[in-house]
């Protein structure tokens, strides 16, 4: 034996610990999503979509390190907010393993030629064929023929916040499209840039995908399609959905120029019970919300709850006179509309948007992290920016404990996941008025 062999047989390196208690897993496939999986707020993650059939495929909520000679291939999703984490993640892993894929890689797939030997841009439900395709930069191929792997991931992990959910009701998520069509996109929106076309789901598909949703039973349902009411066989397709899940509470996102008096009735009959319409920025008219006013009202008149989404400009709050014109303006919609829900984001201008050419000039690739909606990131200076973060927080929290909500929309005070949310937030944002409410900017 010589020197070096009997060196070798004293260091550890044969030593493999996790196989003491369980039998090592070899040629992984696992899916990660970057930024990490939010447990206290999600659903199913659209990984699942690209994870394709087989034992050695895994779905990882943490993004861990793992060792790159078990690992046959790292799938990873990312977003814009992830990309930093992903930098950082991917530099410790072996770059020829690495498949990247969603909105940040569909947009920029330059800033990852250095982390990933693929780079899928747009929708993705065929991994075979998509890395098949020679290149470094591919397109998602799409066949319709692999359901999503929801057999890894425990769907106990989705929450919603949303109204009348109670935090143990389970709550799962299906997509019967992707993308919208319609022209010109709405300048603030990211759905046309990573797929421009309404791409519907066949039929047959969906409904093998509901077969295996309702063996869950889930109480409510979100259906995750941009725009649902957009396509040409929605009504067949919520009933559908509800034939398999008839108990569940269903809600999904619609444009109020696509709700007529017969569809809507439709939705009702169907298990619908929430509509999630864009109010948007309610200082500026969009085409698709000429009708919205209408279509809130039959919304009401058929007991199908209203969530109307609004966005804040950060640079149209600046100054107490330029936000109280803004914020009594949403304040006066509110009022028209009564929606049970609300909710507020602040602008993010999405690279390959109309907004991204207005805005690109203020936001740095440090600002990516930021774009969780809830961050005025646009803004520099951090107590302007903590206090258009109150006041956002506080004008959805004034409309909820309002009279007027309490009288003529629903009581708020229900324990459900809304209202627990709400008190967290105004626990938090109590705190941060107590600091800087008297701090000059
Ligand atoms: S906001 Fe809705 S209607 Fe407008 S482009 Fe996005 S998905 Fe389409």
Not at 149 to 154: E, G, I, K, Q, S
Not at 193 to 199: E, G, R, S, T, Y
Request: glycine share 4%.
């Amino acid at each position: 034996m010589s020197e070096n062999q009997a060196y070798g047989e004293k260091t550890w390196s044969k030593i493999e610990f996790s196989d003491l208690l369980t039998a090592r897993k070899r040629d992984r496939v696992i899916g990660l999503t970057f930024p990490e999986s939010d447990k206290a707020l999600g659903l199913e993650p659209s990984i699942l979509h690209v994870l394709p059939p087989g034992d050695n495929v895994e779905y990882s909520l943490k993004n861990r390190d793992f060792n790159d000679g078990d690992v046959r291939q790292y799938l990873c999703s990312v977003y814009i907010s992830g990309y930093a984490e992903f930098r950082a993640w991917a530099g410790r892993h072996d770059r020829r393993k690495i498949v990247v894929g969603g909105y940040h890689p569909t947009v920029f797939p330059e800033q990852f030629e250095q982390y990933a030997a693929k780079i899928v841009r747009g929708p993705c439900d065929d991994l075979a064929a998509t890395l098949e395709q020679p290149g470094q930069i591919v397109n998602g191929i799409v066949t319709h023929r692999n359901l999503p792997r929801r057999d890894l991931y425990d769907l106990g992990y989705n929450q919603q916040i949303i109204p009348d959910k109670r935090p143990e009701e389970t709550v799962a998520s299906i997509n019967t499209s992707v993308g919208c069509n319609i022209r010109p996109p709405c300048d603030f929106c990211c759905t046309p840039v990573m797929c421009p076309k309404l791409l519907a789901r066949p039929i047959e598909f969906v409904e093998r995908e509901l077969a295996q949703i309702a063996a869950y039973q889930p109480r409510y349902c979100f259906i995750r399609d941009e725009n649902f009411t957009m396509q040409r066989d929605w009504a067949e397709r919520i009933r559908l959905i509800h034939r398999y899940l008839p108990e569940t509470r269903l809600y999904l996102f619609a444009s109020a120029n696509t709700l007529r008096e017969e569809g809507v009735r439709t939705l009702r009959e169907n298990g619908v019970y929430m509509i999630c319409l864009g109010l948007e920025d309610p200082t500026v008219e969009y085409r698709k919300n000429r009708h919205l006013d209408e279509s809130v009202a039959l919304l009401k008149r058929y007991g199908i709850y209203s969530y109307l989404s609004f966005i804040v400009d950060p640079t149209k709050v600046i100054g107490r006179e330029a936000a109280n014109h803004f914020y009594a303006r949403l304040q006066e919609r509110f009022a028209q509309l009564l929606p049970e829900m609300v909710c507020g984001n602040f602008l993010m201008p999405f690279p390959g948007t109309a907004l991204w050419d207005k805005y690109y000039q203020y936001v740095d690739e440090d600002d990516y992290r930021f774009y969780d909606s809830k961050t005025p990131f646009l803004i520099r200076n951090r107590v302007v920016r903590d206090k258009m973060r109150f006041f956002m927080f506080w004008n959805q929290w004034k409309y909820y404990t309002s009279d007027l909500y309490r009288e003529r929309v629903r009581r708020f005070d229900t324990g459900d996941t809304l209202h627990r949310r709400f008190v967290e937030l105004n626990a938090q944002f109590s705190q941060l008025y107590e600091r800087i409410w008297n701090i000059r900017a």
